[in-house]
Structures are given as C-alpha cells and as structure tokens.
C-alpha cells in the first residue's frame, strides 16, 4: 500500500516537473505564491479582484480583474431617450452622483446648442461641489478604516450626513439624486437653501480641521503613507491617470480651471498640488481640495442670480446628426461623455470615460515591489468606485 | 498645426469642426503614424480615451475608431477618426500611450475589434469565454450568452 502511494506520488511529481519543462517561465516558482484578494473583500472599495504574485510579502506583480458589476450602461443608452437615459448616470459612481448628472446634461446641452440658465449654473456648481465634499469625505473616511485608524469613518460620515440633508431637501433624494436635467435644474431652491448651505460651510470648515489633528501628523499613518504606492508626474500623464492623483504628483491641472463649464470661471479658488506623489500626498491634496470647495460654495452661494432655473428646451429633444465630447472634473478625475447622434430622439452611441476605470490601470504600477499591506493603501488613495470602473 | 498635417499627408486626412470641437479623420492606413506624430511633435500627450461607433448600414466602413487627445502644454484637445471595414485589425497605441492598453481591450470587449500589438489583448469586462460584442448594433438590449449563463451560473437565465 506504501508502496503504491510513493509511485503515485513520485510519477505525479514528474509530471509536474515536464509540464513546468514546456513552460519558459514556470506559473510558480518555489518562492513565488500567488494571492486572490477579493471580488469579496472588505478594502477593495466593491467588488474589485486582484490577483497578487508575491514573493513572501513583496508584491512582484498584480492583476486586476473587473467586471463583476457590469450592467452595460452604454448600450441601456442607446434604447432609452436623451432624458430617460439621465438617472441611469448616477448609478456609476454613486458617491458623486450630482456630478455624473452634470457632465451628461452638459454634454447633451452641448449637442443641443443650449445653453443653462445663469440661475441653474450656479446651482449646478453650489450641489457638484458638495458632492465632491461628500465623495471626499467617505473616500477619507474609508481609506482611514482600510489602514487601521477607525475614530476617521465616524467624523466624516457624520459631517457627510448634513450634505445629503440638503439633497435631500432639495430634490428628494439622498445619494443617486439626479438633480439635474438637460437645459438647467427640475426644481427651485427650496426656502433657506442659502442658510442651510452656509450653515453646513460654517459648521464643517472646522471639521475638515479636525481630520487633519487625527491624520496628518500621526506617525502611524505617516509609516503607513509616506512613500506609499509613488506615481510620477510623467507616468500620471503616460496612463491617463486625472483628477487629485495626478495633482499629487505636482501636475497643476484641473478642467475646472483648464477648461471651466458651469459657473467656475465666476469663482476663485487654487489647485492643490502635491510633490511626491505618494499616498500622504494624495491625502493631502484631497483635504486640501475640499477647503477649496467650500470656497467655492461660499462664492457661489452669496451670488446666485435671479431668473429661471429651466431653459427652454424642446419638448422632444432630437439633436442634430453630430458628435461632442465633454469632460468635468468629477472628484475623481476627468468625467467624459462622448455622445454620438444620429438625429433621432436616442442618443446613437454614450461613451463614458471613467476616471475610476483609468486611474485603475496604474494599480500595477503602484504596488510593484511594495508590500502585502499597501496595496490596501493604494486601493483605497487611488479612490476608485465599482459601479464606475464596471458601468 | 492642420496645415503642418496637412503638408505631411495630403488627402490622407480631413480636419473638421462641430460645436467648437476639432477632429480629424485619417485614413486607416496612415492612422498609427498620426497618432505618433501628434504625441511626440504636436504635444498630445494624454491619451483621454479609445472608442469605436458602429454603423453597420454603411458597407466596407462599419466602424469608427475615435481616439481623444489632450495636450497639456497647448490646454487643446482633439479627436482622430479614422473607419474600418469589420474584421480588419487597427493598430494598437499602447506603445505610444499607456493608457490605451484598457481602453483598446475595452473595445475589443465590447465591440470585437482587434488592435494589432496590443501585449494583452483579452476580454476586460465580460467574462473571457463569452459570445458576442454587445456594443455592436445587432446585438440585443436582452441578449445574452445564454450557454455561459447556463453552464457558469447553473440557471437557464439571467433576465
């Protein structure tokens, strides 16, 4: 019996050894061991699988497998009107969903030839904003809880809470608002909105602070972040990479400034760069970032213009035959949409250009050479949303 | 820069304006040479996205691959057109821009064109083993790969 168990053994580990003799690189190596981290892991930010090769905790190479969240968001365009197609946006990146709703009004508007009314801009820039207070704070929140420092989540979830109040009042809904509709905004500002958005601006100017006195000068995130996952500035630019990543690694570019649609070029405010590139970095020019919408929020809110909030638009919207491209700065990078039509009231073909889906790409890049534990650092600075990346 | 282009390859591409928005249609044939050309001389330097439209009525030319660019220095951005025949290969950009190497097997994913050189060139978002590019016209709002359906998730449907 012994005996038999040894030469089934043996003639077994031969074959292993000639189906490794035609391969040129062997799969695994004795010191090589290959790690499946997700599609269900609590710090993949959804349902992200990577594929790690590691060599005892280095990480020697990663691979990402998406997908598992497709719903096919394109071709659902391509049946649905200009208009029915609109709430379909927010469920992409659903933390940021005023601002998926804005670059498709925008886009569509554009391949109208209309334009919002003033009174709509400013609305649209005051709600995009706090959206992107709202995306900011759950990605610090989340990234925090991912690399072991707890008390983050309850600060910036509770402060979150008072943005989508204001959604809430003003348009009923909480997280997938659509706020927006092509040719300016359903709804008028409720009574108060003004104080109620200066009263959330007064209250959270010092809690952005406060994350501050918890993070940025505590050793154990500085250990945890500092010359994390580095990106340079021409490797952002080589994958595409946008949005606060590639400010951190001191790229001085931001579509609102570069090239400003709604009311931006109304306002004031600065781009926060980084040098490094590294996940602290990121950290900070996101903080930084969400200062600077509150500076915007205050602007914009002291100077709405009176007058419509809708434009006029046609009751059935047929663009003419053409093609646009329009991009926004979402909070987490260029947001594109490139509509296609063909002079019927279905849009011919969406593209949305994801920043979720780009800034992924350089996962690879980021974790090579780095340890087990970063990866779930540079998962969660890279600020990625499933639903996005998937569509 | 048109005129520039325009020196380089005659008839090979025609630029155009909609709404403010500039893009070139190139031939196939001379598109990777383009593509090369307006990174490295004409500064577009961010590869923004790769995508294709299909038109299955037009005969010989079913599909357009749209390529976005961005050039930082110059704060301009362009798209590059070019149309080819379903079947034929279109060359990939991966060497030239590093972003394209999602972008073009999302396209491929979705409308089965094939980028010649692409290092990896694999289903991105569907399953490896599934049937048909959904993105292309024929292809239904409902349809399905009925048979990975079946044999993968061990239920007659998903709809």
Not at chain 2, 72 to 81: A, S
Request: proline share 5%; charged share 25%; glycine share 8%.
């Amino acid at each position: 019996m012994a005996e038999i168990l040894k030469s089934e053994q043996s003639r077994s580990t031969v074959e292993h050894i000639e189906a490794e003799k035609g391969v040129d690189q062997p799969f695994l190596d004795a010191t090589e061991l290959i790690l499946n981290m997700g599609p269900q892991h609590p710090s993949t930010h959804g349902v992200l699988r990577v594929i790690l090769k590691l060599d005892g905790e280095k990480v020697l190479n990663a691979e990402c497998v998406i997908g598992y969240l497709h719903r096919g968001v394109e071709k659902i365009a391509e049946n649905r009107t200009y208009t029915m197609f609109n709430p379909y946006v927010d469920r992409m990146d659903y933390v940021a969903a005023v601002s998926n709703g804005l670059g498709y009004c925008e886009a569509v508007e554009k391949l109208l030839n209309i334009e919002a009314p003033p009174r709509a801009q400013w609305v649209r820039t005051i709600l995009t904003e706090l959206n992107r207070i709202a995306s900011h704070q759950l990605w610090l929140g989340t990234h925090a809880l991912d690399i072991g420092a707890i008390t983050p989540l309850f600060y910036t979830f509770r402060d979150r809470e008072e943005i989508l109040k204001i959604f809430e009042k003003y348009c009923g809904a909480r997280l997938t608002t659509h706020a927006f509709r092509i040719g300016g905004c359903q709804y008028e500002t409720y009574d108060g909105f003004e104080q109620d958005v200066k009263r959330f601006c007064d209250f959270v100017t010092p809690k952005v602070d406060e994350y501050e006195t918890l993070l940025t000068t505590n050793r154990i995130w500085l250990e945890r972040t500092k010359g994390v996952g580095v990106l340079k500035a021409q490797d952002c630019i080589d994958l595409g990479v946008t949005g606060p990543v590639l400010r951190a690694s001191g790229v001085k570019w931001d579509l609102r400034k570069a090239q400003p649609y709604a009311a931006y070029k109304n306002f004031e405010f600065e781009i926060p760069t980084g040098q490094n590139g590294d996940t602290y970095d990121r950290y900070l020019v996101r903080v930084a970032e969400m200062r600077q919408a509150l500076r915007i929020i205050r602007q914009a809110v002291d100077s709405i213009p009176e007058g419509p909030i809708m434009g006029k638009v046609p009751k059935v919207m047929k663009p003419p035959v053409g093609e646009v491209y329009h991009s926004i700065e979402a909070p987490k990078g260029e947001l594109g949409y490139f509509v296609v039509s063909d002079g019927s009231t279905q849009p011919y073909r969406v593209r949305v250009r994801p920043p979720s889906f780009v800034n992924l790409q350089a996962l690879s890049k980021m974790v090579e050479g780095a340890l087990v534990a970063d990866v779930v650092a540079v998962i969660g600075t890279l600020d990625i949303v499933l639903g996005e990346v998937d569509r | 820069m048109v005129t520039r282009l325009r020196k380089r390859y005659g008839s090979g591409i025609d630029p155009k304006t909609y709404v403010g928005q500039n893009y070139i249609i190139a031939d196939a044939s001379i598109v990777f040479e383009l593509l090369q050309v307006m990174r490295d001389e004409e500064q577009f330097d961010y590869c923004v996205d790769i995508t294709a439209v299909h038109y299955p009525q037009r005969k010989d030319q079913e599909f357009d691959i749209v390529w976005i660019l961005y050039s930082f220095p110059h704060n301009e951005r362009v798209r590059v057109k070019a149309m080819i025949k379903d079947g034929d290969p279109v060359p990939s950009v991966v060497a030239i821009w590093g972003a394209a190497n999602w972008l073009e097997r999302e396209c491929y994913d979705m409308f089965g064109i094939r980028f010649e050189g692409h290092p990896d060139l694999r289903r991105i978002l569907l399953p490896d083993g599934w049937q048909g590019f959904p993105l292309r016209k024929e292809y239904g709002i409902t349809q399905q790969d009925s048979e990975w359906v079946r044999i993968n998730l061990g239920i007659e449907s998903g709809q």
